[in-house]
T-cell receptor
Framework: DAKTTQPPSMDCAEGRAANLPCNHSTISGNEYVYWYRQIHSQGPQYIIHGLKNNETNEMASLIITEDRKSSTLILPHATLRDTAVYYCIVDSGSARQLTFGSGTQLTVLP | SQTIHQWPATLVQPVGSPLSLECTVEGTSNPNLYWYRQAAGRGLQLLFYSVGIGQISSEVPQNLSASRPQDRQFILSSKKLLLSDSGFYLC?????????????FGDGTRLSIL
């Protein structure tokens, strides 16, 4: 699986958009970009995934660059409950193991 | 909608005692099922996965076993726990045979071995 690089931590003011970047410069053509988050002491929560088009759901938006070497997860109106570690993963679906890196600790400040 | 349940949420067991963790999924049929372990400060390690009743694949040699007695039930067991079995155990499911699908996790069981 391609590796991902994320900043270790970010802060965001409550009510503002949180933009979490991820670099995946060695991504293969059949690999999707997935985002999960993990709130302390809970299981990882799936957020969104995409291949090359931008995606939006009720939780977030995913913007993937045209060359697919990086992506940004956008939480449009961050709340205190969005404080969590956010993981960007690339996965082709052929490997059963999801490989989580160190992620980004997002802290939403009141 | 689909839901996944794991229990118990926390468990403290002595070394050498048996273990049984249960996971059930509702709202879908014939899901792929997974057991992961997350050690403190580390990533997820896939322990077992299953594509159907009675079909279990083990990813790493270990002191644990898994069973799938029903379509949406996945059990993690041990006959004798070791100190190294401590960790956060997570069950997950995904849709089977439908392209690239995300895995959805339960809330986990925090296991402490004394």
């Amino acid at each position: 699986d391609a590796k991902t690089t994320q900043p270790p931590s970010m802060d965001c003011a409550e009510g503002r958009a949180a933009n979490l970047p991820c670099n995946h410069s060695t991504i293969s053509g059949n690999e999707y970009v997935y985002w999960y988050r993990q709130i302390h002491s809970q299981g990882p929560q799936y957020i969104i995934h995409g291949l090359k088009n931008n995606e939006t759901n009720e939780m977030a938006s995913l913007i993937i660059t045209e060359d697919r070497k990086s992506s940004t997860l956008i939480l449009p109106h961050a709340t205190l409950r969005d404080t969590a570690v956010y993981y960007c993963i690339v996965d082709s679906g052929s490997a059963r193991q999801l490989t989580f890196g160190s992620g980004t600790q997002l802290t939403v400040l009141p | 909608s689909q839901t996944i349940h794991q229990w118990p949420a926390t468990l403290v067991q002595p070394v050498g005692s048996p273990l049984s963790l249960e996971c059930t999924v509702e709202g879908t049929s014939n899901p792929n099922l997974y057991w992961y372990r997350q050690a403190a400060g580390r990533g997820l390690q896939l322990l077992f996965y299953s594509v159907g009743i009675g079909q279990i694949s083990s990813e790493v040699p270990q002191n644990l076993s898994a069973s799938r007695p029903q379509d949406r039930q996945f059990i993690l067991s041990s006959k004798k726990l070791l100190l190294s079995d401590s960790g956060f155990y997570l069950c997950a499911w995904s849709l089977a045979g439908v392209g690239n699908q995300p895995q959805h996790f339960g809330d986990g069981t925090r296991l402490s071995i004394l």
